[in-house]
């Protein structure tokens, strides 16, 4: 796959670090390697969650969720109840959490933590990428999360535009992406990280610019980490 900035969709992307690009108009930062949309899949399965990223993402579940929470009173001063999506759910924590006030749905394309959300926690996560659901109704949706994920988007305006037909006039959609990810790939020694991981270096300005500011119709909460 050839690379594309996402959010000026420059095609002619410039190495500037070992195996991470830039691109010369908007500054973006991505892996030098676009993988293909299958390969992407193939990463996030157990072992993601279980010795390659996290070392237990299971065993720290009442850590994350203490996290979860904040996210979730964030979510809750601005919408306090309605219909909430969350993309690249994992193993649904936060939709255990948040369906006490919401009706709630994930999507995550890892089969095997879907399959530990719908049978340990109750919660209706589907094992399909985002991209491609058909069963959501343009403007069904008051909230769609996206903690940690836009950063490891393959595609990530169109799933910032599949978002957007999904909410109602006046919904949120809520971020959180980390910044530092290629500069933690880089120090640990992850060597072959930076060559599988599409992972952008996201800010506001260049999220703005992505979203297309002044956005209409809906609104965003983005928290860069």
């Known amino acids: 796959m050839n690379l594309i900035c996402p959010v000026c969709e420059t095609a002619n992307l410039r190495t500037f670090y070992q195996s991470l690009s830039r691109c010369p108009d908007c500054g973006m930062i991505t892996a030098s390697v676009a993988p293909s949309v299958e390969a992407v899949k ?8 279980n010795g ?9 579940k009442r850590v994350i969720q203490r996290n979860m929470r904040k996210w979730l009173s964030v979510v809750r001063q601005y919408v306090p109840s309605g219909v909430l999506v969350e993309v690249a759910c ?14 709630v749905k994930g999507y995550d394309v890892a089969k095997e933590v ?4 719908r049978q340990n926690l109750r919660v209706p996560v589907t094992d399909i990428d985002f991209l491609s659901v058909d069963s959501l109704a343009p403007g069904s949706v008051d909230v769609i999360v996206m903690w940690d994920f836009l950063e490891h988007a393959a595609q990530p305006r169109q799933f910032i535009e599949r978002a957007e037909r999904m909410l109602r006039p006046g919904g949120y959609l ?17 060597a072959g990280w930076a060559e599988k991981l599409p992972t952008w270096k996201w800010d506001s300005p260049r999220l703005r610019k992505l979203l297309g500011k002044p956005i209409t119709g809906y609104h965003v909460w983005f928290n860069a980490m």
């Open 42 to 49: 193939a990463m996030y399965e157990s072992q993601y969650f």
């Open 52 to 60: 390659d990223e996290y070392s237990d993402y299971l065993g720290d």
């Open 90 to 103: 994992a193993y649904g924590f936060f939709l255990e959490l948040a369906q006490r006030q919401f009706t």
């Open 114 to 117: 879907d399959s530990y959300a």
């Open 174 to 190: 809520f971020m959180i992406a980390s910044v530092l990810a290629f500069l933690e790939i880089q120090i640990e020694g992850k």
